[in-house]
T-cell receptor, first 113, second 113 residues
Framework: EPEVTQTPSHQVTQMGQEVILRCVPI?????FYWYRQILGQKVEFLVS????????KSEIFDDQFSVERPDGSNFTLKIRSTKLEDSAMYFC???????????FGDGTRLSIL | AQSVTQLGSHVSVSEGALVLLRCNYSSSVPPYLFWYVQYPNQGLQLLLK??????LVKGINGFEAEFKKSETSFHLTKPSAHMSDAAEYFC???????????FGAGTRLFVKA
């Protein structure tokens, strides 16, 4: 069965540095998402992307965050200047169409030092 | 605006006993509802979904959930718990556009031998 793949599985970055988290969604999917999960807390919606543009974003997704689908296969999340509180598990998800469920990757654990 | 409330951050059952995980939602539009399971250090796996068809939804691993509009509930049940069911369970709601999915805080299920 096709999977959403995320790389790296664990990223360690110094505070203030830029980080890019990478995702390869399922190939024929049209909707793309990023979520984060701070350790021991709920899964929080960050952003959705459809038709080559952001379709919705949460209040967490401020100017420090950006997303891109540069080449039709990858879907990236960039954090420009990381803060300690950005430490979390980041999940990418994709789905085919509106009434279908999202398929999640296994996540990237981001640790900010 | 949409929201999800999961009653009980921890539920403990004996192996073979009924599993009942509670979820109430709030939505100003007809919702899509989902249950996901998360095993340690893994992403979220879909258990089942409600998208305005049958109100009793059957999912994987013997789980099912019933959509009750009058109670704004979507509780997850399984007749007989197995040790392998021990995990974190998340209820989620989205609108029919599917651009944003809101997750509940999660319920950790413990299964005692």
């Amino acid at each position: 069965e096709p999977e959403v793949t995320q790389t790296p599985s664990h990223q360690v970055t110094q505070m203030g540095q830029e980080v890019i988290l990478r995702c390869v969604p399922i190939s024929n999917h049209l909707y793309f998402y990023w979520y984060r999960q701070i350790l021991g807390q709920k899964v929080e919606f960050l952003v959705s992307f459809y038709n080559n543009e952001i379709s919705e974003k949460s209040e967490i997704f401020d100017d420090q965050f950006s997303v891109e689908r540069p080449d039709g296969s990858n879907f990236t999340l960039k954090i420009r200047s990381t803060k300690l509180e950005d430490s979390a598990m980041y999940f990418c998800a994709s789905k085919l169409q509106g009434d279908q469920p999202q398929h999640f990757g296994d996540g990237t654990r981001l640790s900010i030092l | 605006a949409q929201s999800v409330t999961q009653l009980g951050s921890h539920v403990s059952v004996s192996e073979g006993a009924l599993v009942l995980l509670r979820c109430n939602y709030s939505s100003s539009v007809p919702p899509y509802l989902f249950w996901y399971v998360q095993y340690p250090n893994q992403g979220l796996q879909l258990l089942l979904k409600y998208t305005s068809a049958a109100t009793l939804v059957k999912g994987i691993n013997g789980f099912e959930a019933e959509f009750k509009k009058s109670e704004t509930s979507f509780h997850l049940t399984k007749p007989s718990a197995h040790m392998s069911d021990a995990a974190e369970y998340f209820c989620a709601v989205s609108d029919q556009r599917g651009f944003k999915t809101i997750f509940g805080a999660g319920t950790r299920l413990f299964v005692k031998a």
